[in-house]
């Protein structure tokens, strides 16, 4: 039973591509969210989401674009992908907006070429 | 905006010492304040947490004692162990900002 999934795990690929990350929770949690961590390990936000509805947009470019057709589903879409958007992208839940135990997926390691 | 601080960035120990990693926030409002470790190659996962009406709490060998009134919060591991090595963050804020990280080292 995993309670967070991201897929795929691992994702190599060009300058200039497009790809998506998908994320799955199935602990009936409302509140979504996207982490990035960099090289050095730092972890940070970059999008939440609760019922669907977008309520943290941190500093992202506008290249990255997060949906979520259902409260259970969270996917980012990256455009114009560039060297700096490599990274480990993890996807989270909470049962309530950030005040609560945030349980992580297993994380997508990018790699941008 | 909200800002978390986490000292010391690395911290090494030798097994059975203790260990003590420290947080201050910025956000007066905060009430919720998580410890996660990350071992290599892993997810963050919770450790310990607690709320801003409690002073301490204990789990075995880890506690977390808060200072809202001085706005810092501390993880303590006590008789480390090398499976201790690892990535700790701590979090605070509406925005559930975490702090920049402070990697464990116990050396046996």
């Known amino acids: 039973d995993t309670a967070v999934s991201q897929t795929p795990k691992y994702l190599v690929t060009q300058m200039g591509n497009d790809k998506s990350i998908k994320c799955e929770q199935n602990l009936g949690h409302d509140t979504m969210y996207w982490y990035k961590q960099d090289s050095k390990k730092f972890l940070k936000i970059m999008f939440s989401?609760?019922?669907?509805?977008?309520?943290i947009n941190e500093t992202v470019p506008n290249r990255f674009s997060p949906k979520s057709p259902d409260k259970a589903h969270l996917n980012l879409h990256i455009n114009s992908l560039e060297l700096g958007d490599s990274a480990v992208y993890f996807c989270?839940?909470?049962?309530?907006?950030?005040?609560?135990?945030?349980?992580f997926g297993p994380g997508t390691r990018l790699l941008v070429l | 905006g909200e800002n978390v601080e986490q000292h010391p960035s690395t911290l090494s120990v030798q097994e059975g010492d203790s260990a003590v990693i420290k947080c201050t926030y910025s956000d007066s409002a905060s009430n919720y304040f998580p410890w996660y470790k990350q071992e290599l190659g892993k997810r963050p996962q919770l450790i310990i947490d607690i709320r801003s009406n409690v002073g301490e709490k204990k789990d075995q060998r880890i506690a977390v004692t808060l200072n809202k009134t001085a706005k810092h919060f501390s993880l303590h591991i006590t008789e480390t162990q090398p499976e201790d090595s690892a990535v700790y963050f701590c979090a605070a804020g509406s925005k559930s900002t975490f702090g920049d990280g402070t990697t464990l080292t116990v050396k046996p």
């Open positions: 989270a839940s909470s049962q309530v907006q950030t005040v609560e135990t945030q349980y």
């Open positions: 989401y609760n019922n669907k509805e977008l309520i």
